[in-house]
């Protein structure tokens, strides 16, 4: 249930917006939806980096492949969801 919890989940986020933008940075919405969209974008060129270094191995199962194609396809999700919310800000 601690995933779940918005106490852990907003410490979380805190943690990825302080890595990305430095300590006592304080986000509008808006800024927020770049910024998450920003760490969307990269965690999909870690996951392409992880998969193409497994292939190139041989080191790839099926298995492997199905999980991380799985992973990309929900933040590629995300993705597409931020950048509509993204849109519909602008939109106002």
């Known amino acids: ?5 918005p106490v852990v989940q907003t410490s979380g986020v805190g943690v990825i917006v302080t ?3 430095g300590s006592g940075t304080v986000l509008e919405p808006g800024e927020a939806v770049e910024v998450g969209l920003a760490f969307e ?7 392409t980096a992880v998969r193409g270094l497994l292939e190139n191995k041989g ?4 298995g492997t492949d199905n999980l991380l194609q799985g992973i990309a396809d929900k933040h590629e999700e995300f993705i597409y969801l ?8 602008y939109q106002r």
């Not at 249930?1 to 919890?5: G, T």
């Open 1 to 5: 249930m601690e995933l779940v919890n």
């Open 19 to 21: 890595f990305f933008l």
């Open 41 to 47: 974008r990269s965690l999909l060129q870690v996951i």
């Open 59 to 62: 080191e790839l199962s099926n």
């Open 82 to 89: 931020l950048q509509q919310r993204n849109t519909a800000t």
